[in-house]
């Protein structure tokens, strides 16, 4: 069963920097696209940063030169660098990712549990 486990949130200054870490946990045949989400005005989540599988990324325009998201594929990892940190940047960063679980199978989508990013002023 594939887990997402979510680390480096945590308090932070205005202006300061955290990176987060997501990591696919469980076997898979292959990673396919990589996000980053956080929790909408609506109780939705929305779209913080993608990464594909060949490396083209998509930001939100909040986010467009502060955050950078990057993968890992040896270790089955995305990250998050956060710079310049805003207190509207405070929320709950959820990754996501998509994956064929076994070669020749659909492509599932797991969520992981979120890790809360709290930026003071």
């Known amino acids: 069963q594939v887990q997402l486990v979510e680390s480096g949130g945590g308090l932070v200054q205005a202006g300061g920097s955290l990176r987060l870490s997501c990591a696919v946990s469980g076997s898979v045949f292959k990673v396919n696209d990589m996000a980053w989400y956080r929790q909408g005005p609506r109780n939705n989540r929305d779209l913080v940063a993608f990464?594909?599988?060949?490396?083209?990324?998509n930001y939100a325009d909040s986010v467009k030169g502060r955050f950078t998201i990057s993968r890992d594929d040896a270790v089955n990892t995305v990250y998050l660098q956060m710079n310049s940190l805003q207190p509207d940047d405070t929320n709950v960063y959820y990754c996501n990712v998509n994956y064929q679980p076994v070669e020749g199978a659909g492509v599932f989508g797991s969520w992981g549990r979120g890790t809360q990013v709290t930026v003071s002023s």
């Open positions: 990464i594909t599988t060949g490396g083209r990324t």
